[in-house]
């Protein structure tokens, strides 16, 4: 069965249909990336199945458990994460005390009580090594480059180790050599991770998606490897217009 | 272990030896002189218990009066019980009560007493964050919605004048009778009793700043839509620290109260709330040490002008804030941070902390980069 099932989703935003009778599975383990022009309701996917916003009609089941009217919260312990358009970290804490906050298998307030604020951090310590920012670990997460935030986000979307992991354009600012290791570490994560993840630097598509969704005006136009989607002629005419 | 808590540890050392040897001892361990101090001790507690709130988790609550008023009225209703020996509170008679209502009834007892003093405000702080904080309230809202609540709760005490004293407040209390100990507020044990209560509270506030909890309330502050989406039930820490928070202010009434020997509803005026963010934030409101000291400075120098200055002292008051809010807006504490910082090495200036925004400001221009 899939893991995620999104079936005839509608959202309205005031007489604005971004998504318009969508519907799409996911399986496990795989790396899925959505396509489509501006406009055509990617990131506002992603925002209905972390719960960012709720969709007008249409269901979302995650491991067999309707989500859609959850808050976004308890979609998070269930098992989605979600990495932004804009890199959010925390500006004002350090970059360990960002991962900290990351790891959070254990939300309750009880457990938070009775940690230290840094209990983590032999846990974090490995990821810091993994992204090569073990010298960066005091360092307020306001004061690293675009790409270190990049970098920082993501690793502390692994520190968090959801089973399936929204991704919203990580490539976006990040050098060739960035995005190549970034490549590499998606490629690394799908052996224990199922990965969304929205992206526009179709090099970076070709070397990490196993499968590809195509979004135009809030449904899906086509879907199929990366093959199959360059030779669609519905996409062209997308892309490209008439 | 640690930057932060280090220096937080050598600050609650130094902070507790000038309490429990230096002022005793400035003042010649004089009982009367040293009363005067416990009052900006007892003080000092509201003023921490606001920077776990604010500093600590972005929710200024203007409504800390109220809950400081909570605990006041609880130690007060005790004392007045026993002062009244058997008979009925004076004040009833005057207001024709025929007997004594029922809300007063446990209050015959000290141990009720303490507990309620903590948790009757720890409750009502609780109920009203839960409203708010399930509905997402955020910002200066949360603000405006504690200072109603204060409004409206020092109108209702005011009103009952049979239940509460009205304008007159609790007066003619007898002495707290502590484990055998009859409590005389001009000694020097009641001067340790409170500097003990102030350190005991400025632990717990430090445990709770370098717990995870006070991690992720952090968290909460900069960014709470972002902590969400790691799992976190944001509301739910938000009411708790307003819980504890509102705890620690009863607990400082309850001390004050003992103090004053009264309770009296400007306890709970929008001027007495304001005045305690004025302290928090002359101290620095990021630190629970820095809150606690900024309560004693003021209100030390309230002591030393107002008696010169009895009409302008409030307008000085009011110019000392605006003056830190301009120049040093995170308090003394920010101000020491930032000389340590360039005696230290002034060539790394940009990597400390001293340099995030202050206030409500989020990092929105930074954002613009990509």
Not at chain 2, 210 to 230: P, V
Request: glycine share 10%; proline share 3%; with cysteine.
């Amino acid at each position: 069965m899939a893991q995620l099932q999104i079936n005839d989703l509608h959202v309205d935003f005031g007489g604005l249909r971004a998504v318009d009778g969508l519907s799409f599975n996911v399986t496990e383990g795989e790396i899925l990336c959505l396509l489509g022009p501006n406009g055509a309701g990617k990131s506002t996917t992603l925002d209905l199945i972390c719960g960012k916003i709720q969709p007008t009609s249409g269901s979302i089941r995650f491991e067999g458990t309707d989500i859609s009217q959850l808050l976004e919260f308890r979609r998070a312990r269930l098992g989605i994460g979600r990495k932004f358009q804009i890199p959010s970290v925390y500006k004002e804490l350090t970059v360990v005390e960002n991962l900290s906050v990351a790891r959070s298998r254990r939300p309750g307030i009880w457990h938070a009580l009775t940690r230290f604020s840094l209990s983590d951090g032999r846990a974090v310590t490995s990821i810091l090594e993994r992204i090569g920012m073990e010298a960066k670990a005091t360092d307020l997460a306001g004061n690293l480059s675009h790409g270190e935030t990049q970098w920082l986000e993501i690793a502390m979307l692994i520190v968090q180790d959801s089973s399936l992991i929204l991704m919203d354009e990580p490539t976006a600012g990040m050098t060739i050599q960035e995005t190549e290791r970034t490549a590499e570490i998606f490629r690394t994560l799908s052996s224990s991770h199922t990965l969304i993840v929205v992206e526009h630097d179709m090099s970076f598509v070709r070397t990490v998606a196993d499968r590809i969704v195509v979004m135009n005006r809030g449904a899906m136009l086509a879907e199929g490897t990366i093959e199959e989607i360059e030779t669609n002629e519905d996409v062209k005419t997308a892309y490209l217009g008439h | 272990m640690t930057v932060r808590l280090f220096y937080d540890l050598i600050a609650l050392v130094i902070f507790a030896l000038v309490i429990v040897f230096g002022v005793p001892a400035l003042m010649g361990f004089d009982g009367f002189e040293l009363n005067t101090f416990a009052r900006y001790l007892a003080l000092g507690i509201v003023s921490l218990a606001l920077a776990l709130s604010w500093g600590g988790a972005g929710l200024l609550n203007l409504g800390q009066a109220a809950t400081f008023g909570m605990g006041s009225y609880a130690m007060a209703m005790h004392l007045k019980l026993k002062a009244s020996g058997g008979t009925l509170p004076d004040f009833m008679g005057w207001n024709n009560v025929p007997e004594l209502p029922l809300i007063w009834v446990p209050f015959h007892s000290l141990g009720v007493t303490l507990l309620a003093g903590l948790l009757v405000p720890a409750f009502v702080g609780g109920l009203i964050a839960t409203f708010m904080f399930r509905a997402r309230i955020a910002g200066v809202f949360v603000a405006i919605i504690s200072l109603a609540f204060l409004v409206a709760f020092q109108l209702v005490v005011i009103e009952q004048q049979g239940i509460t004293g009205g304008q007159n407040g609790l007066t003619g209390l007898a002495p707290l009778t502590l484990f055998g100990w009859s409590v005389d507020t001009y000694s020097v044990g009641f001067y340790y009793l409170v500097a003990g209560c102030l350190m005991l509270a400025i632990t717990l506030g430090l445990y709770l700043t370098h717990s995870k909890f006070g991690l992720i309330l952090r968290a909460i502050r900069e960014d709470a839509d972002r902590t969400r989406f790691f799992g976190y039930d944001v509301a739910s820490y938000q009411t708790v620290i307003f819980c504890i928070s509102a705890a620690l202010a009863g607990w400082s009434g309850m001390l004050y109260t003992l103090v004053l020997q009264f309770a009296s509803p400007t306890y709970m005026s929008v001027s007495f709330s304001l005045a305690i963010v004025i302290w928090c934030a002359v101290g620095g409101r990021d630190s629970v040490i820095a809150a606690a000291i900024g309560a004693i400075l003021v209100n030390l120098l309230e002591g030393r002008l107002s008696d010169v200055f009895a009409e302008g002292w409030s307008l000085m008051l009011g110019v000392i804030f605006v003056l830190v809010v301009m120049f040093i807006p995170r308090g003394l504490h920010g101000l020491i941070g930032d000389l340590w910082h360039v005696l230290s090495n002034g060539s790394r200036k940009e990597g400390h902390p001293s340099n995030k925004s202050d206030m409500q400001s989020k990092p929105v221009e930074t954002r613009q980069e990509n």
